[in-house]
């Protein structure tokens, strides 16, 4: 079984619908991360959890939020989506001084 | 300027060649250096990763770090068409806490 898995892999959806992409891990990491990655723009982080009590923001938060309802389970919500909030999204998670382990990602399309 | 920054390419290299990947980086302070292959429409997967001044080798590949220069190298020897993939520079800084992707360097392989 995969160690980081990511459900849904594939969605599409309309402007204005509430999204939920969850993450489940077992690789007994701590620290989760949600990316999201455009053409030509590389990985963008979104958010991160150093453990179930700490969630902080990263670079492009606005339009997002998180749960993180166990040390296995890092959920990211969007709101209201918008079409430009089409793109790839990864989890990951890590221990400090390891490199980040990837989900296999949830590809989402806006309309 | 960029925090990680790599060419985008296409690099294309004939296969059993050397393959050449550079990135450089701008915070002094960075710890820890990794690179990622992307597959098209995949998860990014860690290949290697360094953490000190020199050469690391593992199997074909050979990862190089000269902090001075804040320059990181991937060195990929006798290349084959699977290798064909993005490669993404991976830079942590601020004891962990930061990690910054480069957009990456797309590699061909020409049989």
């Known amino acids: 079984d995969a160690d980081v898995t990511q459900t849904p892999r594939n969605r599409i959806t309309k402007t204005g619908k509430r999204i939920m992409l969850e993450c489940s891990q077992t690789k007994g990491h701590d620290r989760m991360y949600w990316y999201r990655q455009d053409p030509g723009l590389g990985l963008r982080l979104i958010y991160y959890s150093f453990d179930v009590k700490d969630i902080n923001k990263g670079e492009i938060s606005d339009g997002y939020s998180v749960s993180r309802q166990a040390q296995a389970k890092f959920s990211l919500s969007l709101e209201s989506a918008i079409p430009n909030q089409t793109a790839l999204y990864f989890c990951?998670?890590?221990?400090?001084?390891?490199?980040?382990?990837f989900g296999p990602g949830t590809r989402l399309t806006v309309l | 300027q960029k925090e990680v920054e790599q060419n985008s390419g296409p690099l294309s290299v004939p296969e059993g060649a050397i393959a050449s990947l550079n990135c450089t980086y701008s915070d002094r302070g960075s710890q820890s250096f990794f690179w990622y292959r992307q597959y098209s429409g995949k998860s990014p997967e860690l290949i290697m990763s360094?953490?000190?001044?020199g050469d690391k080798e593992d199997g074909r590949f050979t990862a190089q770090l000269n902090k001075a220069s804040q320059y990181v190298s991937l060195l990929i020897r006798d290349s084959q068409p699977s290798d064909s993939a993005t490669y993404l520079c991976?830079?942590?800084?601020?004891?962990?806490?930061?990690?910054?992707f480069g957009t990456g360097t797309k590699l061909q392989v020409i049989p």
């Open positions: 990951a998670t890590s221990e400090p001084g390891t490199g980040l382990y």
């Open positions: 991976a830079v942590f800084s601020g004891g962990y806490q930061k990690v910054t």
């Open positions: 360094i953490y000190s001044n």
